[in-house]
T-cell receptor, first 116, second 112 residues
Framework: DAGVIQSPRHEVTEMGQEVTLRCKPISGHDYLFWYRQTMMRGLELLIYFNNNVPIDDSGMPEDRFSAKMPNASFSTLKIQPSEPRDSAVYFC??????????????FGQGTRLTVV | EDKVVQSPLSLVVHEGDTVTLNCSYEVTNFRSLLWYKQEKKAPTFLFMLTSSGIEKKSGRLSSILDKKELFSILNITATQTGDSAVYLCAGAGGTSYGKLTFGQGTILTVHP
């Protein structure tokens, strides 16, 4: 398996524009996570899905952020309208389910978003 | 709110030194503590710890969990320049499997 695949790797956009980040999780993984990483706040969980269903979106900063998972192999994170403070590296991660506990999350290479 | 705190925030050592990285946690219904290494790109998994007092080891890296005192340490012996990275620890807990709360990371720099 190629691992978690994110696109684009880099995105530069102007304030006010819509931005869509994409993620393909590892096949067979039941969980999908969207994280944001900044120098100030570190790695923060935005939202996660289990079997394509959003479970916890309490980390989504505001209504400008939305995420979808229409099927088991694809998810999007959308920011509309984008603002300079959204500049960060956005990671997608997936993990399998195991009967007796947690497993490690496997991270994609991230999308570096710059909003000017 | 769940919280994971790492110390030190940064560390500079020379090759051959031994380092200890610390991670304390407050995670509701705690189950596991995970360590990741992040170089320039994605975090990569190192260890998952679920039981107190049982050391996990991989080459020069080892880690242990203390569930009574709510902390974990990551040791790296005979450091090499390739160990330079950000080391992240994360706590897993709550009612749903898979959700991780990350600490802010320790930036380790190993000089030749």
């Amino acid at each position: 398996d190629a691992g978690v695949i994110q696109s684009p790797r880099h995105e530069v956009t102007e304030m006010g524009q819509e931005v869509t980040l994409r993620c393909k999780p590892i096949s067979g993984h039941d969980y999908l996570f969207w994280y944001r990483q900044t120098m100030m706040r570190g790695l923060e969980l935005l939202i996660y899905f289990n079997n394509n269903v959003p479970i916890d979106d309490s980390g989504m900063p505001e209504d400008r952020f939305s995420a979808k998972m229409p099927n088991a192999s694809f998810s999007t994170l959308k920011i509309q309208p984008s603002e300079p403070r959204d500049s960060a590296v956005y990671f997608c991660a997936s993990s399998p389910i195991r009967l007796l506990g947690d497993t490690e999350a496997f991270f994609g290479q991230g999308t570096r978003l710059t909003v000017v | 709110e769940d919280k994971v705190v790492q110390s030190p925030l940064s560390l500079v050592v020379h090759e051959g030194d031994t380092v200890t990285l610390n991670c304390s946690y407050e995670v509701t219904n705690f189950r596991s503590l995970l360590w990741y290494k992040q170089e320039k790109k994605a975090p990569t998994f190192l260890f998952m710890l679920t039981s107190s007092g049982i050391e996990k080891k991989s080459g020069r890296l080892s880690s242990i969990l203390d569930k009574k005192e709510l902390f974990s340490i990551l040791n790296i012996t005979a450091t090499q320049t390739g160990d330079s990275a950000v080391y992240l620890c994360a706590g897993a807990g709550g009612t749903s499997y898979g959700k991780l709360t990350f600490g802010q990371g320790t930036i380790l720099t190993v000089h030749p």
